[in-house]
């Protein structure tokens, strides 16, 4: 299977999970987050799930780019990569704004 079939494959899948963490309301869904010292973890859900968002928009742009240009495909896989990161690194340090005020 050609990259970008796996990118466009993987993009209803990541918009899936962005919208279960969107929708989650006050359960456990994040991991590296410690939900006793979250003041409203259904606030933080939603915050985190329309982040995720931006995983699925990268990976079907890619996707889409590489049925015209193969080579876009592996620069798909890359930008998926690092928008992962990149991502988790934001709901990770922006998690601290919902913290309980101690």
């Given at each position: 299977?050609?990259?970008?079939?796996?990118?466009?494959?993987?993009?209803?899948?990541?918009?899936?999970?962005?919208i279960a963490v969107r929708f989650a309301g006050p359960r456990r869904v994040l991991n590296g987050v410690d939900p006793t010292d979250i003041g409203d973890l259904a606030a933080?859900?939603?915050?985190?799930?329309?982040?995720l968002?931006?995983?699925?928009?990268?990976?079907?742009?890619?996707?889409?780019?590489?049925?015209?240009?193969?080579?876009?495909?592996?620069?798909?896989?890359?930008?998926?990569?690092l928008t992962g990161l990149v991502?988790?690194?934001w709901v990770l340090i922006g998690s601290d704004r919902f913290r309980k005020s101690r």
């Open positions: 299977m050609a990259v970008f079939g796996v990118l466009l494959l993987v993009t209803p899948l990541l918009a899936m999970l962005a933080l859900n939603r915050w985190a799930g329309n982040r968002f931006l995983l699925p928009v990268t990976t079907a742009t890619f996707g889409l780019l590489s049925l015209e240009r193969p080579v876009l495909g592996l620069a798909g896989v890359g930008a998926a990569a991502v988790g690194l």
